[in-house]
């Protein structure tokens, strides 16, 4: 079955400022989704608020179902997983109790567990390392199988490929790929999504809390990206040159 996800009218305000300003998007099972913007453009922001972790009003819709009411906790339960910015994993507790305490949070029987640690082969290898440890990658895969815990029906991703070499962060998307060809809807969030953007089916573009309308393709989507930071220059007509200004534009 292929699951959706959608915020409609969706805005998260800090103090006086606004992070995300009255967003509408819809994430569909079956295909790998990004939302691509320049740093403080509110990604993380429309995410969390996505998953019930910051205060936002609009609306959120797992298929169909209305969950705007319920906090992150609930939402998880219902099938909502987050790799948030940075990991959060617990440096302290082993990879193995990394993923026993997703385990008793959600309630799932200990098999879970080993499933978790079978998703990437160096879990199970390191199931006893401190997770504090572990270097980068290993750390995210642990993130990521963590969140999968419980068979989601929607997978945020926060900056997952921040950081890591491009075999770790090809190994990750080929985890995507399979998850999204089971009708788990896939977000990657990222400041850059050039290195994998082939890998991408479709996204928007979020600048200053502005979401862009859908863009298929992600090859398109990196473009438009580009484009509205000014890095590129509009396509010119057919039969001119193709021009690239600096990107000086850029921030
Ligand atoms: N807890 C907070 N309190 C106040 N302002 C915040 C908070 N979190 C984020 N902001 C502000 O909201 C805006 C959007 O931040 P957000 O982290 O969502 O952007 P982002 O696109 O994820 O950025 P980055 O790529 O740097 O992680 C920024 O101006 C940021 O300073």
């Given at each position: 079955m292929s699951h959706e996800l959608?915020?409609?009218g969706l805005s998260v305000r800090y103090g006086g400022s606004v992070?995300?300003?009255d967003a509408g998007l819809t994430f569909p099972g079956g295909k790998i989704s990004a939302v691509v913007g320049p740093n403080g453009a509110g990604k993380s922001s429309l995410l969390l608020a996505a998953y019930g972790s910051v205060p936002a009003t609009g609306r959120v819709t797992l298929d169909g179902e209305d969950v705007s009411g319920?906090?992150?906790a609930g939402r998880a339960r219902r099938g909502l997983a987050l790799v948030p910015q940075g990991r959060q994993i617990f440096a302290r507790?082993?990879?193995r109790e990394n993923l026993q305490v997703m385990a008793d949070t959600l309630?799932?029987?200990g098999e879970?567990?080993?499933t978790a640690l079978d998703r990437f082969p160096i879990l199970r290898e390191r199931r006893r390392a401190l997770a504090g440890v572990l270097s980068g990658g290993e750390q995210q895969m642990l993130a990521v199988s963590r969140a999968l815990m419980g068979s989601p029906r929607a997978l945020l991703l926060d900056e997952m490929s921040t950081g890591l070499a491009p075999l770790i962060v090809a190994e990750l998307m080929d985890t995507a790929r399979r998850l999204a060809e089971q009708g788990t809807v896939v977000v990657v969030v990222e400041p850059s999504i050039?290195?994998?953007r082939d890998r991408l089916d479709r996204g928007y573009v979020l600048l200053r809390g502005r979401a862009s309308e859908a863009i298929d393709g992600g090859r398109d989507l990196d473009a438009e990206y580009q484009r509205a930071m000014g890095v590129t220059a509009p396509r010119p007509p057919h039969g001119a040159a193709h021009d690239t200004v600096?990107?000086?534009g850029a921030r």
């Open positions: 959608a915020v409609s992070a995300v300003a319920l906090g992150a507790l082993t990879v309630g799932l029987p879970e567990v080993e050039s290195a994998i600096s990107p000086g």
